[in-house]
């Protein structure tokens, strides 16, 4: 069985900096063909942050680029999210998923999702 849980998540200042880890057990994570953070703050739906591909190639939405930083740690079987430069609107809860491609389509797993507050 897969899974995927988050951590890391906390309240911190504008400007702080924090990493968010998705553990991954069950299954390896080169095994999902691409693997992203989500996030969803209260009222508004969830968006993707960003994503990382096998090939490690990755990509940004536009408000968080030159700020956080995706990646994969084959070793611990975790992907990360370096965040910086922290803004009150990066408020949200986050969300890792990770998606292989099937013959019969894809298959997309979720963790539970960790909470980060920017606020002074």
């Known amino acids: 069985q897969v899974q995927l849980v988050e951590s890391g998540g906390g309240l911190v200042q504008p400007g702080d900096s924090l990493r968010l880890s998705c553990a991954v057990s069950g299954s390896p994570i080169f095994s999902f063909n691409v693997m992203g953070w989500y996030r969803q703050a209260p009222g508004k739906q969830r968006e993707l942050v960003a994503t990382i591909f096998r090939s490690d190639r990755s990509n940004y939405t536009d408000s968080v680029k030159d700020r956080f930083t995706i990646s994969k740690d084959y070793e611990k079987n975790t992907m990360d999210l370096q965040m910086n430069a922290l803004r009150p609107d990066d408020t949200a809860a986050y969300y890792c998923?990770?998606?292989?491609?099937?013959?019969?389509?894809?298959?997309?797993?979720w963790g539970q999702g960790t909470q980060v507050t920017v606020s002074s």
């Open positions: 998923n990770g998606r292989a491609y099937r013959a019969y389509g894809s298959d997309d797993y």
